[in-house]
């Protein structure tokens, strides 16, 4: 297996689980409550900290009735290096998910050292090779993605001469039941790609990622959030950081 190196941390087998708080869009715009997550993150003993960059046209048409919600969440360039800078003042790594040239340009002005695409994404072939040219690692999430989906993706970015990359496995459903996340997937994509696996979790609770990585998951990746009761839509499927404190102590 190809283990994965980010900012010295290894990934993969016989190593730590590398732990990312998805902090999402759960700043609701206010790079205060952005700073506040990446604190609370580091405290809880997340490797790193990810949240989403984007411009609201590069992936919903301006008819759509969640444009302005988008819109609205939203943080310009300056903002999210001041957040980035943070993040390594608190000794926590920072990445985000970025869904097209405009978000990835303001990525690798923050001087983030890996990249993480979104299941969404996974076909978004141009996205995947202009990340694939900048020679960092990547994390893809593969929920509802075939496997013929995912042998493409990492094409694209292998083509570019890419070999850094990890797949985690995902199920696009917000919550997900217990009986749905069907982790014997970790095995199958460890067997097929020989990268590392983890397992990006929509549960409710705790319990779920400390299974996943009993059955060999190298990464976990979970919602996070300071206060489930903020307005903001993944504020409820989140964990706040007591929970998620017990989560990676599990």
Same mark, same amino acid.
């Given at each position: ?20 708080? #998805? &902090? ?5 715009? /206010?790079?205060?409550?952005? !700073?506040?997550?990446?604190?609370? *993150? $580091?405290?809880? =003993? ?30 310009? #360039? &300056? ?5 980035? /800078?943070?993040?390594?003042? !608190?000794?926590?790594?920072?990445? *985000? $998910?970025?869904? =097209? ?150």
């Amino acid at each position: 297996m190809n283990n994965l190196n980010i900012n010295g941390q290894k990934i993969g087998e016989e190593e730590p689980t590398f732990i990312i708080a #998805e &902090a999402g869009i759960n700043h609701d715009g /206010d790079i205060n409550l952005a !700073k506040k997550l990446v604190q609370k *993150a $580091s405290d809880s =003993g997340a490797d790193a900290v990810k949240f989403q960059i984007f411009k609201a046209k590069e992936f919903c048409s301006v008819k759509s009735e969640y444009f302005n919600l988008f819109k609205d969440l939203e943080l310009d #360039e &300056a903002e999210w290096i001041e957040i980035a /800078d943070f993040a390594k003042e !608190k000794n926590i790594l920072f990445t *985000a $998910s970025v869904f =097209g040239d405009e978000s990835h340009e303001i990525l690798d002005k923050t001087g983030s050292t890996f990249y993480k695409t979104a299941s969404g994404d996974i076909t978004y072939k141009g996205l995947l090779q202009s990340l694939g040219k900048k020679g960092k690692p990547i994390i893809l999430s593969t929920g509802m993605a075939t496997i013929g989906e995912i042998e493409e993706a990492l094409q694209y970015i292998h083509q570019n001469g890419n070999s850094k990359v990890a797949l985690l496995h995902c199920v696009s459903n917000y919550p997900t039941d217990y009986k749905e996340t069907n982790l014997n997937v970790i095995k199958s994509l460890k067997k097929l790609f020989q990268i590392p696996v983890g397992f990006s979790d929509h549960t409710n609770g705790t319990i779920i990622p400390a299974i996943a990585v009993a059955l060999g998951a190298n990464i976990i990746e979970k919602h996070f959030t300071i206060d489930k009761s903020l307005p903001g839509p993944d504020h409820n499927l989140s964990l706040e950081p007591k929970e998620f404190k017990e989560m990676v102590n599990n």
